[in-house]
Protein backbone atom coordinates (compact mmCIF):
# COMPACT_ATOMS: atom_id res chain seq x y z
CA UNK A 1 0.00 0.00 0.00
CA UNK A 2 2.79 2.22 0.49
CA UNK A 3 4.41 1.63 -2.81
CA UNK A 4 1.22 2.81 -4.46
CA UNK A 5 1.00 5.83 -2.45
CA UNK A 6 4.53 6.60 -2.72
CA UNK A 7 3.96 6.12 -6.80
CA UNK A 8 0.94 8.56 -6.95
CA UNK A 9 2.83 11.08 -4.85
CA UNK A 10 5.65 11.06 -6.79
CA UNK A 11 3.20 10.78 -10.38
CA UNK A 12 1.10 13.37 -9.38
CA UNK A 13 4.15 15.80 -8.53
CA UNK A 14 6.04 14.98 -11.97
CA UNK A 15 2.54 15.84 -14.13
CA UNK A 16 2.25 19.54 -11.90
CA UNK A 17 5.82 20.11 -13.18
CA UNK A 18 4.92 18.89 -16.89
CA UNK A 19 1.56 21.20 -16.40
CA UNK A 20 3.31 24.07 -15.49
CA UNK A 21 6.00 23.86 -17.96
CA UNK A 22 3.51 23.21 -20.64
CA UNK A 23 1.88 26.37 -19.84
CA UNK A 24 4.91 28.28 -20.26
CA UNK A 25 5.14 26.76 -23.90
CA UNK A 26 1.60 27.98 -24.70
CA UNK A 27 1.81 31.34 -23.36
CA UNK A 28 4.61 31.96 -26.17
CA UNK A 29 2.62 30.34 -29.08
CA UNK A 30 -0.14 32.10 -28.16
CA UNK A 31 1.78 35.81 -27.86
CA UNK A 32 3.34 34.34 -31.25
CA UNK A 33 0.07 33.89 -32.56
CA UNK A 34 -1.13 37.23 -31.62
CA UNK A 35 1.68 39.30 -32.77
CA UNK A 36 0.43 37.35 -36.24
CA UNK A 37 -2.94 38.54 -35.62
CA UNK A 38 -1.62 42.04 -34.83
CA UNK A 39 0.34 42.21 -38.19
CA UNK A 40 -2.37 40.94 -40.00
CA UNK A 41 -5.11 43.50 -38.41
CA UNK A 42 -2.13 46.37 -39.32
CA UNK A 43 -2.73 45.36 -42.63
CA UNK A 44 -6.96 45.06 -42.72
CA UNK A 45 -7.43 48.24 -41.36
CA UNK A 46 -4.51 49.82 -42.88
CA UNK A 47 -4.30 49.27 -46.49
CA UNK A 48 -8.02 47.49 -47.10
CA UNK A 49 -10.19 50.13 -44.85
CA UNK A 50 -12.25 47.00 -43.76
CA UNK A 51 -14.47 47.88 -40.05
CA UNK A 52 -13.43 46.27 -37.33
CA UNK A 53 -15.95 43.73 -37.03
CA UNK A 54 -15.10 42.34 -40.68
CA UNK A 55 -11.10 42.51 -40.27
CA UNK A 56 -11.37 40.49 -36.88
CA UNK A 57 -13.52 37.72 -38.30
CA UNK A 58 -11.68 37.73 -41.21
CA UNK A 59 -8.16 37.27 -39.05
CA UNK A 60 -10.07 34.93 -36.90
CA UNK A 61 -10.21 32.35 -38.76
CA UNK A 62 -6.32 31.78 -39.68
CA UNK A 63 -5.53 31.51 -36.20
CA UNK A 64 -4.93 28.83 -33.41
CA UNK A 65 -8.16 28.02 -31.66
CA UNK A 66 -7.51 29.92 -28.38
CA UNK A 67 -7.06 33.12 -29.92
CA UNK A 68 -9.86 32.43 -33.00
CA UNK A 69 -11.95 32.17 -29.81
CA UNK A 70 -11.12 35.98 -28.50
CA UNK A 71 -11.51 37.57 -31.76
CA UNK A 72 -14.36 35.88 -32.92
CA UNK A 73 -16.26 36.55 -29.55
CA UNK A 74 -15.48 40.26 -30.18
CA UNK A 75 -16.24 40.17 -33.86
CA UNK A 76 -19.75 38.84 -32.81
CA UNK A 77 -20.11 41.20 -29.53
CA UNK A 78 -19.15 44.18 -32.25
CA UNK A 79 -21.67 43.60 -34.58
CA UNK A 80 -24.26 42.52 -32.20
CA UNK A 81 -27.53 44.14 -31.31
CA UNK A 82 -26.18 45.35 -27.89
CA UNK A 83 -24.74 48.39 -28.98
CA UNK A 84 -21.25 48.14 -27.55
CA UNK A 85 -18.32 50.46 -28.27
CA UNK A 86 -15.06 48.73 -29.61
CA UNK A 87 -13.20 49.11 -26.37
CA UNK A 88 -16.41 47.83 -24.22
CA UNK A 89 -16.51 44.88 -26.75
CA UNK A 90 -13.40 44.27 -26.29
CA UNK A 91 -13.03 44.59 -22.58
CA UNK A 92 -15.96 42.24 -22.01
CA UNK A 93 -14.34 39.88 -24.37
CA UNK A 94 -10.93 40.26 -22.76
CA UNK A 95 -12.89 39.48 -18.92
CA UNK A 96 -14.45 36.36 -20.20
CA UNK A 97 -11.71 34.70 -21.54
CA UNK A 98 -9.23 35.81 -18.84
CA UNK A 99 -9.42 32.36 -17.27
CA UNK A 100 -9.07 30.17 -20.99
CA UNK A 101 -5.67 31.52 -21.79
CA UNK A 102 -1.92 31.03 -20.42
CA UNK A 103 -1.09 35.01 -20.17
CA UNK A 104 0.55 36.70 -17.93
CA UNK A 105 -0.93 39.52 -15.69
CA UNK A 106 1.12 41.97 -18.38
CA UNK A 107 0.23 40.47 -21.44
CA UNK A 108 -3.78 41.04 -20.49
CA UNK A 109 -2.57 44.65 -19.57
CA UNK A 110 -0.99 45.35 -23.02
CA UNK A 111 -4.26 43.71 -24.51
CA UNK A 112 -6.38 45.81 -22.45
CA UNK A 113 -4.30 49.01 -23.48
CA UNK A 114 -4.47 47.93 -26.84
CA UNK A 115 -8.62 48.33 -26.58
CA UNK A 116 -8.83 51.74 -25.11
CA UNK A 117 -7.66 52.89 -28.42
CA UNK A 118 -9.64 50.82 -30.80
CA UNK A 119 -12.14 52.43 -32.87
CA UNK A 120 -11.51 55.50 -31.04
CA UNK A 121 -9.33 57.67 -33.94
CA UNK A 122 -8.80 57.80 -37.46
CA UNK A 123 -7.04 55.48 -39.81
CA UNK A 124 -3.55 56.65 -39.17
CA UNK A 125 -3.11 56.43 -35.40
CA UNK A 126 -5.00 53.11 -35.22
CA UNK A 127 -2.47 51.71 -37.08
CA UNK A 128 0.06 53.40 -35.01
CA UNK A 129 -1.46 52.00 -32.07
CA UNK A 130 -1.92 48.25 -34.04
CA UNK A 131 2.38 48.89 -34.54
CA UNK A 132 2.91 50.02 -31.06
CA UNK A 133 0.80 46.64 -29.47
CA UNK A 134 2.72 44.49 -31.90
CA UNK A 135 6.43 46.29 -31.22
CA UNK A 136 5.28 45.35 -27.08
CA UNK A 137 3.96 41.72 -27.96
CA UNK A 138 7.22 40.81 -29.03
CA UNK A 139 8.86 41.79 -26.73
CA UNK A 140 6.52 40.12 -24.07
CA UNK A 141 7.52 36.84 -26.79
CA UNK A 142 10.92 36.95 -26.58
CA UNK A 143 10.64 37.50 -22.76
CA UNK A 144 8.68 34.61 -22.71
CA UNK A 145 10.90 32.64 -24.84
CA UNK A 146 13.99 33.64 -22.97
CA UNK A 147 11.67 32.11 -19.82
CA UNK A 148 10.40 28.94 -21.44
CA UNK A 149 14.20 28.12 -21.98
CA UNK A 150 15.56 29.08 -18.79
CA UNK A 151 12.56 26.97 -16.74
CA UNK A 152 11.00 24.26 -18.82
CA UNK A 153 13.71 21.68 -17.98
CA UNK A 154 13.52 22.99 -14.21
CA UNK A 155 10.21 22.88 -13.64
CA UNK A 156 9.72 19.20 -15.22
CA UNK A 157 12.64 18.07 -13.11
CA UNK A 158 11.81 20.24 -10.28
CA UNK A 159 8.28 18.27 -9.62
CA UNK A 160 9.68 14.71 -9.74
CA UNK A 161 12.32 16.01 -7.36
CA UNK A 162 9.44 17.67 -5.08
CA UNK A 163 7.48 14.20 -5.24
CA UNK A 164 10.57 12.19 -4.79
CA UNK A 165 11.61 14.23 -1.71
CA UNK A 166 7.96 14.29 -0.26
CA UNK A 167 8.03 10.42 -0.50
CA UNK A 168 11.50 10.19 0.73
CA UNK A 169 10.27 12.81 4.06
CA UNK A 170 6.92 10.50 5.09
CA UNK A 171 8.16 6.90 4.47
Excluded at 17 to 46: D, I
Aim: with cysteine; aromatic share 10%; net charge negative.
Amino acid sequence: MKMIGAFLVIAASTMAGWVYSTLLKKRLHLLNALVQCFQWLETEVGYGSVPLGEAFMRISARLPKEVHVLLSSFAAELNGTAGLTADEAWQKILTQNREGLALKAEDWALLTDFGWTLGTTDREHQVSAIRQTIARLRHQATEAEEECEKNERLYRYLGIAAGTLVVLLFY
